[in-house]
């Protein structure tokens, strides 16, 4: 039957549209049904193809098992027939034969002596067709690797190199994947990495490269310390592979990667993306890597104390982490034993074995992407040093443990309360009695370090309270009372809690008249009282009062710090009322003190809320030093919560002057502290948007993508609308980047679609633009002309002429979409950008805007150039004998004059080369060649003071870039080459204008 049958045309398209669907058993059962429709046809080069087709579909799916079959029967149909394949398919058979050893290798249950017969047949048709060994000496390398035949394998594996690469040779990326991957099995991390960075570097790629490397280089990464790459090799690769059925391999080294740095929940959210890969049978040798690292992740999880924590699994039945673990293992070694059946040794159980057993690597590797469940309770913050010399809890030197913490406590260090702490617990285990003044301490102390359970710590302040009484320390009774009244405040007991307060107030007042209280005792019950009360319209006055009543004792011991607390609160109501500035100089000198006072750790409260503060008024230079200042200072006492906020505000400050790198690992740190606290997932979504935009602008797409990616959900159910708009904005940069234009679009739009209600319009008209321009690169050209005139009708109503030219002349091009039918309607949108730009240029050069004129006086030219442009590519010819009704001329002709009036227009500079080119080329195809050299040579001219390397010219304008320049020489002088003249060099060059 002839190939130009309408039937057999039809099959040949929806074969070439089957390669390109997402790899899996939809695609295999479509491309099954091709063969047996190409077999009806009679067609057998149609039937070859088809055969072809389903081989590769199985080959790269999870029934790999079936690729022999259509191999098979292409084989035997080379044997019989080889005229009836074209060099195409000759090539493919022999390219195809290389996967049949290799193949039979992943499935136990081919004899070891068959695969080595297959081999042996490769090698022989190879040597045949003329073809190098190193394709050959590959699949032996593969075969002996397998088996832990180590001396075979080196022996292979120097043959392999040492082949000459041929047509037959894997790309070089997969190659470089297996030699760097034996480098890891012999222990050699740092030799596989430098074999893969050509890999990683993006210079060889392919189908499944870098993805595969990727994986491959987690762990190696990890053990060199590598952390940083690791997991940016995490983010990046796993969305490569995530959607690609064939790489359930790559997708179990990131879970055992996971599992092997802390982050054993997200090593659960990705099992729980691939349900069928615990029953896909069809390559038994990754189901065995799968089932490995599933039983590795389950071994973890019960290690942990999670062994009855339910996780997915197996479809069909309720999993816990315990119950997996039984069923992985076990399944993992039934694999495993078929294959030490078939190859006769126990080199993959031992594998297996090994791998199972693993350790965790590292304890923790913050991704920066949110685990929807956490495992673990939140880690404690690293504590420093104590100020004083510490002694043993376990010395039985109580009288050395009391002295020690009275030492701390005169320092008021935030050790103070765990010294007096082993002091009892020391106490109380050795027998020693202690007097009323030393368990008053131990008592207040623990209330204090019970503070967020005021059940506990009431009484204990009672308890310190009347020890503080017997030991004739009235003043520090009352404070314990107020502490008292406090922690009742923070359980909500507000009577009791204001009773007790004026209760401990009235008696310090009179205490502090008899000498027998401090003033600084005085102030803080003050403070407390003020900050457990309803906000009135007295605070300030009151707050004023008590900072005066500090200021007058600030000779007192220890006053600074409550002079310092005082003024805090003062600033807190300061910025409560929308005074920014007076806050922010409250906060500065509340730390001041308490670094005069010696006690930092105390700073870090002002500092923080400063950093706070300077952030929201943009003030990004004090928002970094006091953000750095608290973390610095607060390290004792920050929990997970404050150290999350303090971290992503220092990123967002340090992204604010564009040190992106440092604000990753910022946010990426206030990301993980963000994890760690309770209730945090709003401040982890802001650090990751953070994180995300600085990923982004540091040429990390894939990785911002991941992230932003993972923190949407939190921004949109917890954050205002500008944070959502910013995460879809990057995550659509991101996706563009990544060259997935439809996804991209998609995030522009749902951002544009908040945007449009905004009074200001900007964004959403630049958001309408980059939804266009993605919409375009998808081939989605009604959706995209859509969008343009939405960005269109913004830009027009801000009266923003620049962005409108460039917006109409967009849609024109759109018109090529439509062929000549749509040409009326890209010249209409080009005429009208020319209209706008000519107005705005007009009513520019009337207000003596030089800048903008000119400005505007090149989107002009750049118009009526882009409008020849656009009539030439219209034209379904070029100028010649082919030419019978003159259309092609005319249109030529008319794209000349649209050249013209855009170098008329730019006006004598370089600006004008790219018109005076456009225009010597139609010059050129319409036979009038001395026009075009004279045209070429003027541009060459143009650039006759720089020099080869693409030096800046002085003059300036849009040519005066290197490449551009360079760029613009190089195709004059093709030009020239075009019409049969020799080149000159710039010094050579005709001056002139055209």
Same mark, same amino acid.
């Given at each position: ?607 923080a809320l400063l950093a706070d503060l300077s952030l929201q008024r943009d003030d990004h230079t004090t928002a970094e030093e006091s953000a750095r200042a608290a973390l610095e200072h607060g390290a ?48 982890? $979504? #802001?650090?990751? &948007?953070?994180? !995300?935009?600085?990923? @982004?602008? /540091? %040429? +990390? =797409? *894939? ?75 998808a081939g989605l050209a009604g959706e995209a002309a859509q969008a343009y005139g939405r960005a269109g009708e913004l830009w027009r109503a801000m009266e923003r002429p620049v962005p409108l030219v ?5 849609? $024109? #091009?759109?018109? &090529?979409?439509? !062929?000549?039918?749509? @040409?009326? /309607? %890209? +010249? =209409? *949108? ?121 030096? /800046? ?42």
């Open positions: 039957m002839s190939t130009q049958d309408p039937a057999v045309e039809t099959i040949r398209r929806a074969l070439h549209h089957n390669r390109e669907e997402p790899e899996g058993r939809a695609r295999n059962a479509g491309a099954e049904r091709l063969v047996a429709e190409a077999e009806a046809t009679g067609d057998t080069p149609l039937l070859v193809d088809a055969l072809f087709n389903l081989a590769g579909a199985y080959a790269y799916s999870s029934e790999k098992d079936k690729f022999f079959v259509p191999f098979a029967r292409l084989l035997r149909m080379w044997d019989e027939r080889p005229g009836e394949f074209d060099g195409a398919n000759t090539h493919q058979l022999h390219w195809i034969f290389k996967w049949v050893a290799s193949g039979m290798l992943d499935q136990p249950e081919v004899p070891l002596a068959s695969i080595e017969k297959w081999q042996r047949e490769m090698e022989h048709r190879y040597r045949l067709a003329g073809h190098s060994e190193r394709a050959v000496r590959q699949g032996e390398f593969r075969i002996a690797r397998h088996l832990g035949d180590t001396a075979r394998a080196e022996t292979a594996h120097a043959a392999w190199l040492a082949a000459d690469r041929d047509a037959m040779a894997d790309c070089h990326a997969c190659e470089l994947h297996g030699q760097g991957s034996w480098q890891v099995d012999r222990g050699r991390d740092e030799e596989a990495l430098r074999t893969w960075e050509p890999v990683l570097a993006g210079q060889y790629t392919c189908a499944h490269e870098p993805h595969n490397v990727l994986a491959s280089s987690l762990l190696p990464l990890v053990r060199l310390g590598r952390l940083d790459e690791a997991r940016a090799h995490h983010l990046r690769g796993y969305r490569l592979v995530r959607p690609m059925e064939s790489m359930r391999g790559a997708v179990s080294c990131h879970v055992e990667f996971c599992a092997l740095t802390g982050n054993e929940a997200r090593a659960l959210e990705i099992l729980a993306e691939h349900p069928a890969y615990f029953t896909d049978t069809g390559d038994p040798d990754t189901l065995m890597d799968h089932l490995a690292v599933s039983g590795l992740l389950m071994r973890r999880l019960v290690a942990l104390g999670h062994g009855d924590r339910s996780v997915p699994g197996p479809a069909g039945t309720d999993w816990t982490a315990r119950a997996l673990l039984a069923h992985a293992e076990r399944e993992a070694a039934a694999v495993s034993a078929r294959f030490d059946a078939r190859n006769g040794n126990d080199a993959v159980s031992r594998r297996l074995r090994e791998r199972l057993a693993a350790g965790p690597l590292v304890e923790r590797l913050p991704l920066g992407v949110r685990a929807r469940q956490r495992l673990t309770a939140p880690a404690a913050p690293a504590q420093p040093a104590p100020a004083a010399a510490a002694v043993p809890a376990d010395s039985g030197d109580v009288g050395a443990l009391l002295a020690e913490a009275r030492a701390l406590s005169e320092a008021q260090h935030p050790d103070a309360g765990a010294a007096w702490a082993a002091a009892g617990r020391a106490a109380e285990h050795t027998g020693t009695a202690l007097g009323d003044l030393d368990r008053a301490e131990i008592a207040d102390h623990a209330g204090i370090a019970a503070f967020t359970d005021p059940g506990t710590a009431v009484p204990l302040f009672g308890t310190a309270a009347g020890l503080f009484d017997a030991a004739g320390k009235p003043g520090e009774a009352a404070a314990c009372r107020v502490r008292a009244g406090y922690a009742a405040a923070l359980a909500e007991r507000t009577g009791e809690a204001l009773a007790a307060l004026d209760a401990a107030i009235d008696a310090l007042r009179e205490l502090h008249g008899a000498g027998r209280a401090t003033a600084r005792q005085l102030t803080g019950a003050w403070l407390a009282r003020l900050d457990v009360t309803p906000p009135g319209a007295g605070d300030e006055a009151e707050l004023l009062r008590i900072i005066a009543f500090a200021e007058e004792h600030r000779d007192e011991e220890r006053m600074a710090g409550r002079l310092a607390d005082a003024i805090t609160l003062h600033a807190r109501h300061t910025a409560a009322r929308g005074d920014v500035e007076a806050s922010a100089g409250l906060f500065a000198r509340a730390a001041r003190l308490h670094h005069e006072a010696a006690t930092p750790w105390y700073a870090a409260e002002p500092e004792a006492a920050l929990g997970p919560v404050h150290r999350a906020h303090l971290h992503t505000v220092l990123a967002a400050a340090l992204a604010a002057r564009g040190a992106d790198a440092e604000a990753a690992d910022h946010a990426l740190e206030g990301a993980h502290w963000a994890d760690e606290g309770e209730m945090s997932e709003e401040l982890g $979504a #802001w650090a990751r &948007l953070v994180l !995300g935009g600085a990923l @982004l602008r /540091e %040429g +990390r =797409a *894939a990785e911002s993508a991941t992230v932003l990616e993972t923190a949407l959900p939190d921004l949109v159910r917890a954050h205002h609308d500008g944070r959502v708009v910013q995460a879809r904005w990057w995550l659509g940069e991101a996706l563009r980047d990544l060259d997935e234009p439809r996804a991209a679009a998609e995030q522009f739009l749902l951002a544009a679609e908040i945007a449009q209600h905004w009074e200001e319009q900007q964004d959403h008209a630049v958001l309408a633009n980059l939804a266009a321009d993605s919409l375009e690169r460039r917006t109409l002349r967009a849609r $024109a #091009w759109l018109s &090529l979409h439509d !062929g000549q039918g749509g @040409l009326a /309607e %890209g +010249r =209409a *949108a080009m005429a009208e950008a020319a209209a706008v730009a000519e107005e705005a240029l007009a009513a520019a050069t009337a207000a003596g805007d030089g800048a903008a004129a000119a400005h505007l006086r090149a989107e002009l030219a750049g118009t009526h150039r882009q409008t020849g442009e656009l009539i030439v590519r219209s034209c379904p010819g070029e100028p010649g004998e082919e030419d019978t009704d003159g259309s092609a001329r005319a249109a030529y002709e008319e794209g000349l004059a649209c050249a013209e009036r855009a170098i008329t227009v730019f006006g004598p500079g370089p600006a004008r080369s790219a018109a005076q080119l456009m225009a010597a080329w139609l010059e050129a195809d319409l036979g009038r060649h001395a026009a075009a050299a004279k045209r070429a040579r003027a541009v060459i001219a143009q650039y006759a003071g720089q020099d080869e390397s693409g030096a /800046e010219d002085e003059s300036g304008g849009e040519d005066g870039d290197a490449g551009v320049a360079a760029q613009r020489l190089a195709e004059a002088r093709s030009v020239l080459e075009y019409i049969g003249e020799r080149p000159a060099g710039p010094e050579k060059a005709e001056a002139g204008e055209a």
